[in-house]
T-cell receptor, first 114, second 116 residues
């Protein structure tokens, strides 16, 4: 398996549920990212991990909790979300945070919050 | 602060027509990078090109070409002889060396539909 894999591809949850999004990269990269893609808005960078350390938190509400246990895996734990959190969540990886700007993206997890 | 504007929300062209996607950026940094990414219906963004602020040479790659003009803060993307497979959402993005080349600021995207 190659590239960046995200699971689940689709998720529907209530506002009181707790769920997690998973991202796995098979590229040997050291940096991983979470982006949020909402309709008619630019992609928003949420979190960056470089060599397993969080280096960016773009003022994301605490109901989103990232976890990076190793350079190949990234999770986004979700709890008590709001309907406006419904979006496509994209995971990406790169060699490391400061290099070329070429990010490799997964196909995204489409989240619907009821 | 960095900002990328893609004024064209949606464009439709007939196959074999040429099409240009516009991108205008704002930054106070003197060293920065510009990118184009393609998002096909499957969802994953695919890297197409990176230019750095020192290099204003235009680039051509097959049917794709890019026109970088610092004087107008623009980085436009032209597809020549469009094909149905070019149908996708295209994003222009900007990053600054100062804050990390991989911290990309994206525009809102242009949805291109190529009609057979």
């Amino acid at each position: 398996e190659t590239g960046v894999t995200q699971t689940p591809r689709h998720l529907v949850m209530g506002m009181t549920n707790k769920k997690s999004l998973k991202c796995e990269q098979h590229l040997g990269h050291n940096a991983m990212y979470w982006y949020k893609q909402s309709a008619k808005k630019p992609l928003e960078l949420m979190f960056v991990y470089n060599f397993k350390e969080q280096t960016e938190n773009n003022s994301v509400p605490s109901r989103f909790s990232p976890e990076c246990p190793n350079s190949s895996h990234l999770f986004l734990h979700l709890h008590t979300l709001q309907p406006e959190d419904s979006a496509l969540y994209l995971c990406a990886s790169s060699q490391h945070q400061m290099n070329t700007g070429e990010l490799f993206f997964g196909e995204g997890s489409r989240l619907t919050v009821l | 602060a960095q900002k990328v504007t893609q004024a064209q929300t949606e464009i439709s062209v007939v196959e074999k027509e040429d099409v240009t996607l516009d991108c205008v950026y704002e930054t106070r940094d003197t060293t920065y990078y510009l990118f184009w990414y393609k998002q096909p219906p499957s969802g994953e963004l695919v890297f197409l090109i990176r230019r750095n602020s020192f290099d204003e040479q235009n680039e051509i790659s097959g049917r794709y070409s890019w026109n970088f003009q610092k004087s107008t803060s623009s980085f436009n993307f032209t597809i020549t002889a469009s094909q149905v497979v070019d149908s996708a959402v295209y994003f222009c993005a900007l990053s600054a060396m100062r804050t990390g080349a991989n911290n990309l600021f994206f525009g809102t995207g242009t949805r291109l539909t190529v009609i057979p």
